[in-house]
């Protein structure tokens, strides 16, 4: 049993992610896609918000389980018994700071190495920080995430 963890904050969740969670279940017997509760760190969405929408885009993949976590990635990925974590590398942008985590979490779990996964190229500009701009001021967003997401943005956005 192969498992592998895919942690991030998913705020919200885009079509980039889903590109890089498909191609994860393909490759491994199971993923569990993990929200990293991160209190210093502002998001838009709460962490239960980020699940339901996370269970919602997922709920297709029959492998994919969808989870959160607290504290260190390399202890949770050693309690799951996981033998991969996955990241996805979009552009040269994310490579000097995925490469520093990767090597790091390296040395605290030797048993557990990132695969990094690069999306498909119509999503290798996509970033949840742009997916709120674009919500922020009302832009078509359909290109970015599903409808469920979608929804959940306009809802957010008209408070
Ligand atoms: P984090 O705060 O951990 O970077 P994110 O939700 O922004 O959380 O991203 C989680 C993971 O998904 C990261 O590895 C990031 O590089 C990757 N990712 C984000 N957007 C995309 C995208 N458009 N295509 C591929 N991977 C992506």
Do not use: C, W
């Not at 490759?27 to 502002?42: C, G, N, T």
């Not at 492998?63 to 949770?76: A, E, M, T």
């Not at 552009?91 to 990132?114: G, H, P, W």
């Amino acid at each position: 049993m192969k498992l592998a963890i895919y942690p991030g904050t998913f705020d919200p969740v885009t079509f980039g992610h889903i590109d890089i969670i498909e191609r994860s279940s393909a490759l491994f017997d199971e993923v569990i896609v993990s929200v990293a509760v991160d209190s210093r760190k502002e998001t838009l969405f709460t962490v239960k918000e980020r699940l339901e929408m996370l269970k919602e885009v997922t709920s297709k993949y029959k492998n994919v389980k969808v989870d959160s976590f607290k504290g260190l990635l390399v202890h949770y990925a050693e309690e799951k018994k996981a033998s991969a974590i996955i990241r996805g590398l979009r552009a040269v942008l994310d490579f000097e700071y995925e490469l520093q985590m990767a090597l790091t979490n390296r040395k605290l779990s030797e048993k557990i190495t990132t695969v990094f996964l690069t999306p498909g190229e119509k999503y290798s500009y996509l970033s949840s920080t742009l997916v709120r701009e674009i919500a922020a001021y009302g832009g078509n967003l359909s290109h970015f995430v599903p409808p469920e997401v979608e929804k959940q943005l306009k809802s957010k956005n008209k408070t």
